[in-house]
C-alpha cells in the first residue's frame, strides 16, 4: 500500500519512527523506494549534485524536472517537493501557483515550504485548504542561508520559544508533519511531544518521529556533509575506482 499523509500520522501515533530520505532523479529514487524508505523528499538540497553552492539559485522548472523523475521511480513512498526560494514568499498566489505545478506536472502528493512566521503560516493555512498537503520546515531554514548561516538554530530559550510557537502554527495551519533541522534535541523533544502530526529531524536528536537526511551525504557523494550526516558509504571512492579501473582497460586495449 502506498504511503499516505495519513499514514504517517498513524505512525507517530504507534511510536513506529519514519524514515525519510532525498532524491533527485529515478535510478536513486527508485532504490529507496524499492528498499521501503517512507517518505522521499526532491529536496532542494540537490543543489549539491547539481553544482550550486546553495540552494537559492534552484529554479521551479530544475524541482519540476527532477520531480517527475522521482516520481516515476516511486511506487510506495510519499513522494513530497521542496518549492525552490521566492517561489511561494512573493504571494499567496505565487504559491498556490509553484505548489500547484507541482501537484499537477509531477505527480507528487505533497510540498514542502521552510519557515513558520506568520505570513508564511496565513500562505500554508490557504494551500491547505486548497486540497494541497503541505510539509513544514523550521529550524535551519538553508534557503536562508544569507541571514542564519548553516548554524544550528533555537540555541537561546528566546529562540527556542519561537521554533516552538511556529511549529504550534504551522500545526494549526494544516502541516501533515514538519521538518525540524539543526536544532536542540531537547527543544525537538519538547516540539514532538506538544504536536500530534509527526516531526521529522535532520540534527535533531533521537526524539523526532522519524528522521531525514540528504541521499548524496548518506552515500558519501558530497564532498562536504554537514555535522550531524553520517556518511554510511563512500560512492565517490567507489565510482573513482570504477572509473580508474575501464580507463585502465581501455588504455591497455583489454576492454573490450
Ligand atoms: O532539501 C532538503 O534536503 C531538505 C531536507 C534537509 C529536509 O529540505
Ligand atoms: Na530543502
Redesign the pocket.
Known amino acids: 500500500m502506498a504511503v499516505t499523509t495519513q499514514q504517517l500520522l498513524q505512525w507517530k501515533q504507534q511510536g513506529r519512527s519514519i524514515v525519510a530520505l ?1 532524491a533527485w532523479d529515478y535510478a536513486i529514487a527508485q532504490i529507496l523506494d524499492a528498499t521501503g524508505v517512507d517518505l522521499i ?1 526532491v ?4 543543489a549539491a549534485v547539481l553544482g550550486y553552492e546553495t ?1 537559492l539559485p534552484i529554479t521551479l522548472e530544475e524541482m519540476l524536472l527532477h520531480a517527475k523523475a522521482v516520481r516515476r521511480g516511486v511506487k510506495q513512498a510519499l513522494v513530497v517537493v ?1 518549492l525552490p526560494f521566492l517561489t511561494y514568499q512573493e504571494s499567496l498566489q505565487q504559491a498556490m501557483h509553484s505548489a500547484g505545478r507541482v501537484l499537477k506536472e509531477t505527480g507528487a502528493q505533497a510540498v ?1 515550504l521552510e519557515g513558520g512566521y506568520p505570513a508564511m503560516v496565513e500562505t500554508i493555512t490557504r494551500l491547505v485548504q486548497a486540497g494541497i498537503p503541505v510539509m513544514g ?1 523550521v529550524g535551519l531554514t ?1 534557503q536562508s542561508v544569507h541571514q542564519l548561516g548553516l548554524r544550528q538554530q533555537g540555541k537561546t530559550e528566546e529562540a527556542a520559544e519561537r521554533i516552538l510557537q511556529e511549529a504550534i502554527a504551522l500545526e494549526q495551519a494544516g502541516v501533515f508533519a514538519i ?1 525540524l ?1 539543526h536544532i536542540p534535541a531537547n527543544l525537538a523533544m519538547q516540539i514532538t511531544q506538544k504536536l500530534a502530526i509527526p516531526t ?1 529531524g ?1 540534527g535533531a536528536g533521537n526524539y523526532c518521529d522519524g528522521q ?1 537526511l ?1 541521499t548524496a551525504d548518506v552515500l558519501g557523494l558530497t564532498q562536504k556533509q554537514p555535522p550531524f550526516a553520517k556518511v554510511y558509504t563512500n560512492l565517490r571512492e567507489t565510482i573513482s575506482k570504477a572509473v580508474q579501473d575501464y580507463a585502465a582497460e581501455v588504455r591497455e586495449r583489454k576492454f573490450p
Open positions: 532525498t523528499l529536496g532542494d538540497s540537490m540552494t521542496d514542502k520546515h538553508p521538518v533541522e521529522i535532520i531525514v540528504v
